[in-house]
C-alpha cells in the first residue's frame, strides 16, 4: 500500500520558531530543512511535503483572508494530498480551525490543526510531540482511506474536534479544552482513536472552498451593571448583521425593559442574535429560568452548547448565505459540521 502523502502548511506561531542564542529573539525557521530540526519524523510511514507562508502570521493578526489562503492551499493540493497539518499560533486557533471546518465542504480527508507553547528549538519545547503526532494521526488510513474525514485540533496528547475547543491556559502545555465533547483520540504509549467520537461523513458531494465569509458582527458580552449606553453602541454599530451575545448561564440576562427593547429593535431591522453562554462548559437553555424567557419569545436564536469561536465563525459562515430569517435560525440550531449537541437543541 502506497505511502500517505501529508502536507504541512506553516502559516506562523510560536511552533515554528527558533532562538537566535546571540540577540535572544525568535524567528521563523525554514520548514524545507524539517528533518534537521525534527530528525524523528523519518521514522513516520507517509511522505511529507510543506508550504510556508511568505510572511508568518503571529495569530493575533489572522483574520478572514488569511483563513480563505488556508483553505485554498488545502483546495489546491486536495486531489494530491491525503491529510493536512496545519501549524498555527494557539491564541486565535480555534477561531481559526473551527473556520476551516466550516468552510471546507464535503470534507473527507484529515485536516490537523497544531502549535505549541515553547519554539521548536527550545529546549524543553512541546513543538516536537504535537508535530509529530499530528502528522502521525493526518497519516491514519482504514482500507486505503483516511480514517479522520475532519477538521481537528490536536495538543498535548489530545485530539479534539476543532470547532468544540477553546484555548484555556497561556502557560500551561494543555493550552486547549474541549468541555462539551469527548476527545477523538488520546496520544499515550499507543494512540488510541474513539471511532465512535469521529464525525459521520455523510457528504457526498464534490469537495471545494465556501470562500465567503461575512466579518460584519458584533459581541455583546453581559456584566452586572452594563449600562443601556453600552448595549445600544453595539446594537447600533455601522453595517453590523450579526451579533453575538453572551448571556450568563444557561442564556439568562436581564429583564429590563430597556434591555429588551434594544434587541428586539435591532431583531426588527434583521440583525441576527444568537444567545451563548458565557460558560466555558454547558448549554444555553432559553425558558429554563424565567431570567431567559424574554429572549425566547422575542426571537433570539440559541446557540445551544456552541463554543463562542464556533459561534463567531458560524455566524460569519451563515451570514454570507444571505438566508432568510427563519432559515437563519434553523441553520444556526442544528449541528452542521458537528459544532453542536442535538440534545441541547
Request: net charge negative; aromatic share 10%; proline share 3%.
Given at each position: 500500500?502506497?505511502?500517505?502523502?501529508?502536507?504541512?502548511?506553516?502559516?506562523?506561531?510560536?511552533?515554528?520558531?527558533?532562538?537566535?542564542?546571540?540577540?535572544?529573539?525568535?524567528?521563523?525557521?525554514?520548514?524545507?530543512?524539517?528533518?534537521?530540526?525534527?530528525?524523528?519524523?523519518?521514522?513516520?510511514?507517509?511522505?511529507?511535503?510543506?508550504?510556508?507562508?511568505?510572511?508568518?502570521?503571529?495569530?493575533?493578526?489572522?483574520?478572514?483572508?488569511?483563513?480563505?489562503?488556508?483553505?485554498?492551499?488545502?483546495?489546491?493540493?486536495?486531489?494530491?494530498?491525503?491529510?493536512?497539518?496545519?501549524?498555527?499560533?494557539?491564541?486565535?486557533?480555534?477561531?481559526?480551525?473551527?473556520?476551516?471546518?466550516?468552510?471546507?465542504?464535503?470534507?473527507?480527508?484529515?485536516?490537523?490543526?497544531?502549535?505549541?507553547?515553547?519554539?521548536?528549538?527550545?529546549?524543553?519545547?512541546?513543538?516536537?510531540?504535537?508535530?509529530?503526532?499530528?502528522?502521525?494521526?493526518?497519516?491514519?488510513?482504514?482500507?486505503?482511506?483516511?480514517?479522520?474525514?475532519?477538521?481537528?485540533?490536536?495538543?498535548?496528547?489530545?485530539?479534539?474536534?476543532?470547532?468544540?475547543?477553546?484555548?484555556?491556559?497561556?502557560?500551561?502545555?494543555?493550552?486547549?479544552?474541549?468541555?462539551?465533547?469527548?476527545e477523538l483520540a488520546v496520544s499515550g504509549v499507543h494512540?488510541?482513536?474513539?471511532?465512535?467520537?469521529?464525525?459521520?461523513?455523510?457528504?457526498?458531494?464534490?469537495?471545494?472552498?465556501?470562500k465567503n465569509m461575512c466579518p460584519e458582527i458584533a459581541?455583546?458580552?453581559?456584566?452586572p451593571g452594563i449600562t443601556e449606553a453600552v448595549v445600544?453602541?453595539?446594537?447600533?454599530?455601522?453595517?453590523?448583521?450579526?451579533?453575538?451575545?453572551?448571556?450568563?448561564?444557561?442564556?439568562?440576562?436581564?429583564?429590563?425593559?430597556?434591555?429588551?427593547?434594544?434587541?428586539?429593535?435591532?431583531?426588527?431591522?434583521?440583525?441576527?442574535?444568537?444567545?451563548?453562554?458565557?460558560?466555558?462548559?454547558?448549554?444555553?437553555?432559553?425558558?429554563?429560568?424565567?431570567?431567559?424567557?424574554?429572549?425566547?419569545?422575542?426571537?433570539?436564536?440559541?446557540?445551544?452548547?456552541?463554543?463562542?469561536?464556533?459561534?463567531?465563525?458560524?455566524?460569519?459562515?451563515?451570514?454570507?448565505?444571505?438566508?432568510?430569517?427563519?432559515?437563519?435560525?434553523?441553520?444556526?440550531?442544528?449541528?452542521?459540521?458537528?459544532?453542536?449537541?442535538?440534545?441541547?437543541?
Amino acid at each position: 500500500m502506497a505511502k500517505p502523502n501529508i502536507l504541512l502548511i506553516y502559516t506562523g506561531g510560536t511552533i515554528g520558531m527558533v532562538k537566535d542564542f546571540e540577540t535572544n529573539t525568535l524567528k521563523a525557521f525554514n520548514f524545507d530543512n524539517l528533518l534537521v530540526r525534527i530528525p524523528e519524523i523519518k521514522q513516520l510511514d507517509c511522505n511529507i511535503s510543506t508550504h510556508s507562508f511568505e510572511e508568518p502570521i503571529d495569530s493575533s493578526n489572522m483574520n478572514p483572508k488569511y483563513w480563505l489562503q488556508i483553505a485554498e492551499v488545502i483546495e489546491g493540493n486536495y486531489a494530491t494530498v491525503d491529510g493536512f497539518v496545519v501549524l498555527h499560533g494557539s491564541d486565535t486557533m480555534s477561531y481559526t480551525a473551527s473556520a476551516l471546518s466550516f468552510m471546507l465542504e464535503n470534507l473527507s480527508k484529515p485536516v490537523i490543526f497544531t502549535g505549541s507553547q515553547l519554539p521548536i528549538g527550545d529546549l524543553r519545547t512541546d513543538a516536537k510531540e504535537n508535530l509529530i503526532t499530528a502528522i502521525q494521526i493526518a497519516s491514519l488510513q482504514e482500507s486505503g482511506a483516511p480514517q479522520i474525514k475532519e477538521v481537528c485540533l490536536y495538543f498535548e496528547y489530545k485530539l479534539y474536534r476543532a470547532n468544540r475547543t477553546t484555548k484555556i491556559n497561556a502557560e500551561h502545555f494543555e493550552a486547549f479544552a474541549s468541555l462539551n465533547y469527548p476527545e477523538l483520540a488520546v496520544s499515550g504509549v499507543h494512540l488510541k482513536v474513539f471511532s465512535v467520537n469521529l464525525l459521520e461523513n455523510n457528504e457526498s458531494g464534490t469537495f471545494f472552498v465556501h470562500k465567503n465569509m461575512c466579518p460584519e458582527i458584533a459581541v455583546l458580552k453581559l456584566y452586572p451593571g452594563i449600562t443601556e449606553a453600552v448595549v445600544k453602541a453595539v446594537l447600533n454599530a455601522p453595517n453590523i448583521k450579526g451579533v453575538v451575545l453572551e448571556t450568563y448561564g444557561a442564556g439568562n440576562a436581564p429583564t429590563l425593559k430597556w434591555f429588551v427593547d434594544l434587541l428586539e429593535t435591532a431583531l426588527i431591522k434583521g440583525i441576527r442574535v444568537v444567545n451563548v453562554t458565557q460558560c466555558s462548559g454547558g448549554s444555553v437553555i432559553m425558558g429554563h429560568y424565567e431570567t431567559s424567557m424574554h429572549l425566547q419569545k422575542i426571537g433570539l436564536i440559541s446557540g445551544g452548547d456552541i463554543t463562542f469561536e464556533a459561534a463567531i465563525t458560524k455566524m460569519m459562515y451563515l451570514l454570507s448565505k444571505k438566508l432568510s430569517k427563519e432559515d437563519f435560525k434553523t441553520q444556526f440550531e442544528k449541528s452542521i459540521k458537528g459544532e453542536l449537541t442535538a440534545s441541547f437543541l
